[in-house]
T-cell receptor
Framework: DVKVTQSSRYLVKRTGEKVFLECVQDMDHENMFWYRQDPGLGLRLIYFSYDVKMKEKGDIPEGYSVSREKKERFSLILESASTNQTSMYLC?????????????FGPGTRLTVL | TQLLEQSPQFLSIQEGENLTVYCNSSSVFSSLQWYRQEPGEGPVLLVTVVTGGEVKKLKRLTFQFGDARKDSSLHITAAQTGDTGLYLCACLYGNKLVFGAGTILRVKS
């Protein structure tokens, strides 16, 4: 079974803090993704990576950065957390990037910024 | 305006009832995926449809891709409490997978 794990299920941070969200997949997938999920807006892509040390901006990259030093690990960084970054963050991975290929998701990290 | 419009946004029904949820767009897609997300979990792929007019069945779930490949529907027969969750459709747009806002389904016993 493909497994995507995220470092925390719940996280509470203060405005201005630097926040790291970690994601690890165990199926040797090339592609990894970070989404945020907000009610009524669905999943919105923040960043994705199709190879180690490679990254591409998604639809809402502002205020975020990412790091992919190893194939199995993809980190999302909030440089200076703000209250409007309170959200559910989902990590996903896929073997091939296409509309036919399944994305496997982690359980999500619910981040609250106070 | 979202690329994929899902309706209804929320549906609450009794166990045993039938229901249909919709995913519509003005764009044509080469494929469309349906995911289900249970409370506290990430989305899980249910099906991918690729051919206009295609119908796929997964036990009590029936998925249809419109003839023009602009829309899709998910029909659930005799809903069970275990069907409760958020149903998301998704398509490849450019180099990104784009999701609809989802339909929240609550099945009451």
């Amino acid at each position: 079974d493909v497994k995507v794990t995220q470092s925390s299920r719940y996280l509470v941070k203060r405005t201005g803090e630097k926040v790291f969200l970690e994601c690890v997949q165990d199926m040797d997938h090339e592609n990894m993704f970070w989404y945020r999920q907000d009610p009524g807006l669905g999943l919105r892509l923040i960043y994705f990576s199709y190879d180690v040390k490679m990254k591409e901006k998604g639809d809402i990259p502002e205020g975020y950065s990412v790091s992919r030093e190893k194939k199995e690990r993809f980190s999302l960084i909030l440089e200076s957390a703000s209250t409007n970054q309170t959200s559910m963050y989902l990590c996903a991975s896929s073997l091939v990037f296409s509309g036919y290929n399944e994305q496997f998701f982690g359980p999500g990290t619910r981040l609250t910024v106070l | 305006t979202q690329l994929l419009e899902q309706s209804p946004q929320f549906l609450s029904i009794q166990e045993g009832e039938n229901l249909t949820v919709y995913c519509n767009s003005s764009s044509v897609f080469s494929s469309l995926q349906w995911y289900r997300q249970e409370p506290g979990e990430g989305p899980v792929l249910l099906v991918t449809v690729v051919t206009g007019g295609e119908v796929k069945k997964l036990k009590r779930l029936t998925f249809q891709f419109g003839d023009a490949r602009k829309d899709s529907s998910l029909h659930i027969t005799a809903a069970q409490t275990g069907d409760t969750g958020l149903y998301l459709c998704a398509c490849l747009y450019g180099n990104k997978l784009v999701f609809g806002a989802g339909t929240i389904l609550r099945v009451k016993s």
